[in-house]
């Protein structure tokens, strides 16, 4: 759609200029286990039964929080007015900025901190100052010290985002005392799984704001329901710097029972994932990753290589949180806590499997065999024995489309494509003619030469113990690799004979079984590579094979999961620890 707006009186304010709109990370390799962005365990099923009556009934008319707003005023030991039910945490500090800032106000956080705070503070005219804190103890000394005449707000976020530390009240009264003019802003959105809530210690001081969520621990994210806990006053400010009816009747219907009906729910939950930050953060330490104490449902470590790992665990099917535009964030990841033992137990081997591989997996053809001159040939050579003419391109695309990984089959299939049906037996039969030779002319095997150094697949043999898993008949993938005298490079070879083609993850569980390990990288130039290698529980990477365009292979493969695509399989050395 054009746009007409060009008065640049109509323009969005200068504090919005070069300010982009907040957006989840997008990821193209396919995810079923997201821990980057902290949701909790979620209501019971009947929990959702129980407020459908209710939602019938009051669907049709605009939401009334009092009495959601008066159960959280007795949860919290303040009086009703002193509570305002918001659209999440998010709402309530974003209210709070547009009644404490305008230009010539500023606001004190720390840094790294909840990526909202800045906008909502620059989005009400005000300015940030920040205040490191990385690690260690709350720096509220140094931002005491930082506040000035134009202080109107000092925020913090405890348990910290995305670090999980957290402060005291110590801090808060230093706070409160240095910058008494200021509105003291407690962020306590993941305050259920620290080890102190200190949310009525708070608000025994004045000018103290505290915003709470049921996003994190209580699993509503979905339902965009928090509140804001503060003296009267202010929250009748924030009231009126909002929309009326900010928080839907269904989720107000869906909180309040599950702040009753759920509580041992969440408790369990919330005792679940206090154990898995000391279980994530002693394995990341064993893994050679520095961890971060946590108070929150996640660990924020440092990597040698971060978006390595992020890609590896995405190869998993696992999402964690990278930082790729924050300059001391680089080297970090944040993973959340599933809240669950089967997915603890898969994010522990995928974290093992991604960090310190115990052995390497290859498939063979286009991989550690050119076969652009010999199979793929053979496919080209044996249709146009049926007058069909099929193109390396049409063979590119039916590999990418997958089930590809029977050369005979896929043959046959391409023929069947142009309308002519051929039995697999006659099919395979010239097949193997052209590509095995018949005593009179060369077969097409001989074109076929080796794609990596005999002396690099023997380092990384020293190193870690290989495997082959082909499609291949034994006795061809023996003879390619009895001609280039790798065999001894590789302990384990699975072949056609062995176990259901890929992409059944079948044969790569066998070829680890025989290697007596569980936790490997493999690596391979097709789609059914990659989702056979995912569905055993192996790190995929991906290979653009001889003469395919690697920007295309990258994209197909990556979206079918591969961790990294590489231009050539050699290039696995630059990525193993």
Avoid at 14 to 39: F, H, K, M, S, T
Wanted: contains cysteine; charged residues 25%.
């Amino acid at each position: 759609m054009n746009s007409h707006i060009d008065d640049t009186s109509l323009l969005p304010a200068d504090r919005l200029a070069g300010q982009r709109a907040y957006r989840r990370q997008q990821q193209v390799r396919p995810i079923d286990l997201r821990l980057d962005a902290n949701e909790g365990l979620g209501p019971d099923a009947s929990l959702l039964e129980a407020v459908r009556d209710e939602f019938r009934a009051t669907a049709r008319s605009y939401p009334d929080a009092a009495s959601f707003e008066a159960m959280l005023a007795r949860r919290e030991g303040v009086e009703p007015e002193c509570v305002l039910a918001t659209a999440g945490a998010d709402d309530a500090l974003d209210r709070l900025c547009r009644v404490m800032l305008q230009p010539g106000r500023s606001a004190l956080l720390t840094r790294p901190t909840f990526e909202m705070l800045p906008r909502f503070i620059r989005s009400a005219g005000g300015t940030c100052r920040e205040i490191p804190w990385m690690e260690g103890p709350f720096p509220a000394r140094a931002m005491a010290e930082a506040a000035t005449p134009d202080t109107s707000m000092l925020f913090v976020v405890s348990p910290n985002n995305p670090t999980g530390n957290v402060a005291n009240i110590d801090d808060l009264r230093l706070l409160r005392a240095a910058a008494p003019r200021a509105l003291l802003v407690l962020d306590h959105a993941y305050v259920e799984f620290a080890d102190e809530d200190l949310t009525r210690a708070a608000m025994e001081m004045p000018g103290v704001a505290v915003t709470r969520t049921l996003s994190k621990a209580w699993g509503l994210a979905g339902m965009r329901a928090g509140y804001l806990v503060a003296e009267a006053q202010v929250v009748r400010w924030a009231r009126q710097a909002g929309l009326p009816y900010a928080v839907s009747g269904l989720s107000l219907a869906l909180a309040q029972r599950h702040l009753v009906e759920g509580e041992d729910r969440t408790r369990r939950h919330v005792a679940r994932v206090r154990d898995e930050v000391r279980e994530i953060g002693r394995l990341l330490a064993s893994l050679g990753a520095r961890p971060m104490a946590s108070q929150a449902n996640f660990v924020l470590a440092r990597f040698t290589d971060a978006p390595l790992v992020a890609d590896l665990l995405a190869g998993a099917g696992i999402a964690v949180r990278s930082f790729p535009d924050h300059a001391e964030l680089a080297d970090c990841l944040r993973i959340g806590c599933p809240g669950d033992p089967q997915a603890m137990d898969r994010l522990a081997c995928a974290l093992r499997a991604a960090m310190k591989p115990r052995g390497l997996l290859f498939d063979l053809d286009g991989v550690l065999a050119d076969v652009s001159g010999s199979y793929r040939q053979a496919i080209i050579e044996t249709a146009a024995s049926f007058e069909v003419r099929v193109t390396r391109e049409a063979i590119a695309e039916a590999k990418a489309a997958g089930n590809a990984n029977n050369d005979w089959a896929l043959t046959q299939r391409l023929l069947a494509g142009s309308g002519v049906q051929a039995g697999l037996e006659e099919v395979t039969r010239r097949f193997e003619t052209l590509y095995q030779g018949d005593g009179r002319s060369r077969g097409l095997r001989d074109t076929e030469r080796l794609l990596v150094e005999r002396g690099q697949l023997q380092r990384w043999a020293s190193e870690r113990p290989l495997a082959i898993v082909t499609g291949r008949p034994r006795v061809d993938a023996e003879r390619f690799l009895d001609r280039f005298g790798i065999r001894e490079c590789f302990r384990v070879l699975v072949c056609m004979e062995d176990a259901p083609l890929k992409p059944d993850p079948s044969p790569v569980q066998l070829a680890m079984e025989r290697l007596g390990i569980e936790h490997a990288w493999m690596i391979g130039d097709t789609v059914d590579d990659v989702l056979a290698a995912r569905g055993a529980g192996v790190i995929p990477f991906g290979v653009a094979a001889p003469g395919e365009d690697i920007a295309r292979a990258t994209d197909t493969l990556t979206r079918a999961g591969a961790a990294r695509v590489l231009s050539a399989t050699s290039r696995l050395s630059e990525l193993l620890p």
